[in-house]
């Protein structure tokens, strides 16, 4: 049977669309990174991404610190991990640097503050410091052009400000910028507990460490990092086991609610670091 000539011209015209349609497709896959945390990249794999117009990177910081029977000393640098993964995601063109989880947590000796409990990891001022503002001068020499800085605990907030701070001066001449979100811990600390009180819990209950809050939280990101049979030997004891609140509360939909605030508030305050900054 004779074929059809105007049926062979379509289908070799049918073939190469798709083709290129396929080409085109695979060209925007690898201009994305398979992952938004650097850790899972290859070095060439960042690179193309940097290339491709992923010039932003979150560092996150966390901390490594006791929090209490019921949560795992880990608690900061995995909230801070997976947070920062979902702050990314929703950002585009942005990566996620190792989390720092070491932190000034109190003097070494005599033991103060969270030192007290055995596990928490301090540094001093001077060395966290110098760590943020080298890893930053890391991103930047391998072309990213915005570097910010989150972080999980109110001691260092003013810290993360003042590298931001030194860094900007520091790069005044070039395309560079470095940016503190205060906004990241804010929204964890003012707006979450005002939904809990919504929800009907009290200050007593939320608390200021390892309370219901921070509690909840850890149970909508990592329930496996918590103790839910030592909540009430924490509330019971309190501060003598290294506890401000009331983790009985606790509970994943509640803490899904301070994931939401803290995503979307911390996505709001770096796009406009972002716009202010272009």
């Known amino acids: 049977m004779r ?12 073939v190469a669309l798709l083709t290129f349609a ?14 938004v945390y650097v850790e899972d990249l290859t070095w060439t794999e960042l690179r193309d991404a940097v290339r491709a117009g992923t010039t932003t990177v979150i560092i996150p910081v966390g901390g490594t610190e006791q929090n209490g029977p019921h949560m795992a000393l880990g608690k900061h640098n995995q909230r801070a991990h997976m947070l920062a993964g979902k702050i990314a995601a929703a950002l585009d063109h942005t990566v996620v640097a190792p989390v720092l989880a070491y932190a000034p947590e109190g003097g070494v000796n005599p033991p103060t503050a969270h030192m007290r409990f055995p596990g928490t990891i301090t540094i001093p001022d001077d060395a966290f410091r110098s760590t943020l503002a080298s890893a930053a001068r890391s991103f930047r020499q391998h072309g990213f052009k915005d570097v910010v800085f989150i972080g999980e605990h109110g001691g260092y907030q003013s810290q993360l ?12 001449a070039t395309p560079a910028r470095a940016h503190f979100i205060a906004a990241y811990y804010r929204s964890a600390q003012g707006d979450f507990a005002a939904a809990l009180r919504a929800q009907g819990l009290t200050d007593a209950q939320i608390g200021t460490h390892a309370g219901a809050a921070d509690t909840s939280l850890l149970l909508a990101l ?6 839910s049979d030592q909540f009430a030997r924490a509330a019971r004891e309190g501060l003598t086991v290294g506890v401000a609140g009331d983790p ?20 709001a305050a770096i796009r406009a670091a972002l716009a202010e900054r272009h």
């Open 22 to 35: 396929a080409l085109g497709f695979a060209a925007t896959a690898q201009a994305a990174p398979p992952s």
């Open 248 to 267: 009985q509360p606790a509970t994943a939909a509640l803490g899904q609610i301070g994931v939401d605030l803290i995503v979307a508030q911390s996505v």
């Open 3 to 14: 074929r059809d000539p105007a049926q062979g011209f379509f289908v070799r015209r049918l």
């Open 222 to 227: 990592d329930p496996a990092m918590v103790r």
């Open 161 to 172: 400000k003042a590298v931001a701070d030194a860094l900007n001066r520091e790069w005044a």
